[in-house]
Every structure is written in C-alpha cells, then in structure tokens.
C-alpha cells in the first residue's frame, strides 16, 4: 500500500533537547512537505523540498531544520531555538500536477 | 498577511441540510484550489479540487464553486450526514509541485 508513513505519533521534548520527527513515502514523489498545524491556525509551511539535496524554507522555518538525502525520506528536527514547539506536524508528499497526500502526524509536547 | 481567508470558523449543519463554506483569495497567481478533509487525530485528505478553467466541480455530494472575478470559491457538501463532522481546509497554490497556503478551517458538525 502506497502512502506516507509519520513517526513517531506522539513525542516529548525536554528543555534544550533537539528532537527529530521521520517522514518516509513509498509513493515515488518528487516534492516534500513539512506543515505546522495549531488550533484555529490551519497549516503552515515550514520546510519544503522538490528535489533530492535541496529544499526551501517556509513561512515558519525558524527553529527548525530538514535534511533530503533520499527521495523517499525528508526528516524534520525540531531545535531547542524553537520555542513554542507544541504543536501536530504533518508531512506530505506530492508529485507534479498531482494533489499533496499528507501521513496521520507526530504530535509534539513539551515535557 | 492571509492569503487565503476562510468562513466560517465553525458551523452546524442539521442532517440532510446544505453545508456551505466560503474561501477567499488574493493572490492572482494562484491557479489550483483543493478542498481538504481532516478528522481528529488524521492527517487532511483531498476532498476535492478545482481549477480555474471551470466555474463548479461535482464530485458526489460534494461541489466546488468558483468564482474567479470575486477571488473566491466554496464548498457545498449536500445532504449533510452525521459522518461529514469534520474540519475542513480550503486551500490554493501556484503551479505544480508546490507548497499549498490553506485557509484556517472549518469545523463542521452535522447534528440528527
């Protein structure tokens, strides 16, 4: 089944600590996406990627940081620069003139 | 900046009635609008999708107006039923394979 896979589900963050959200798709996408989703916010863009080693910085980029070393995964590290980092974190993949298939999230808290 | 604005914020619907949600847009530029579907818990899945050829998209109980001199579109979902209770997202992008910027939601509950 192809789709987009998201982990974890749920994760803590310490004061300080850096941690790493995966996003892998088996759909042969070329383009990647990382959102931020808030209550009564919709998603923003954070990171997006539509080639292999090169990506772009969206609206909120600040605090965090991507990496696209293969055309399948586009991780999302969560620096302790961010602040408010309580939010759900989606990831989605596209291919050209073909709709953005999101994965079920990583839901992020602050311990 | 908002360049996408979305209304209502929230709205309830009585079972079998007509669910309208609006969208407004600024950017000229943008040339796909998809509706997405979001549960609690799940990530957004497309509902449907318009370009700005077409004027109305139908797909089931679910059309898209759109209305390219007014810069809007919406989204009716007929015959609203208890399982339509979800958010809903409009959303618009420039291209293909680019970012979209969504609308902030509309929480729909469809009530017996």
């Known amino acids: 089944d192809g789709g987009i896979t998201q982990s974890p589900k749920y994760l803590f963050r310490k004061e300080g600590q850096n941690v790493t959200l995966s996003c892998e798709q088996n759909?042969?996408?070329?383009?990647m996406y990382w959102y931020r989703q808030d209550p009564g916010q919709g998603l923003r863009l954070i990171y997006y990627?539509?080639?292999?080693?090169?990506?772009q910085k969206g609206d909120i980029a600040e605090g965090y940081s991507v990496s696209r070393e293969k055309k399948e995964s586009f991780p999302l590290t969560v620096t302790s620069a961010q602040k408010n980092p309580t939010a759900f974190y989606l990831c989605?993949?596209?291919?050209?003139?073909?709709?953005?298939?999101f994965g079920d999230g990583t839901r992020l808290s602050i311990l | 900046q908002q360049q996408v604005k979305q209304s209502p914020q929230s709205l309830i619907v009585q079972k079998g009635g007509i669910s309208i949600i609006n969208c407004a847009y600024e950017?000229?530029?943008?040339?796909?609008f998809p509706w997405y579907q979001q549960f609690p818990g799940k990530g957004p899945a497309l509902l449907i999708a318009?370009?700005?050829?077409?004027s109305e998209k139908k797909e089931g109980r679910f059309t898209i107006s759109f209305n390219k001199s007014a810069k809007q579109f919406s989204l009716h979902i007929m015959d609203s039923q208890p399982g339509d209770s979800a958010t809903y997202f409009c959303?618009?992008?420039?291209?293909?394979?680019?970012?979209?910027?969504f609308g902030k939601g509309t929480r729909l509950s469809v009530i017996a």
């Open positions: 989605a993949s596209s291919t050209l003139y073909q709709p953005q298939h």
């Open positions: 990627s539509q080639i292999v080693n090169d990506f």
């Open positions: 759909l042969n996408h070329d383009a």
């Open positions: 959303a618009a992008s420039i291209g293909g394979n680019t970012p979209l910027v």
């Open positions: 318009i370009r700005p050829d077409v």
């Open positions: 950017n000229t530029a943008f040339d796909y």
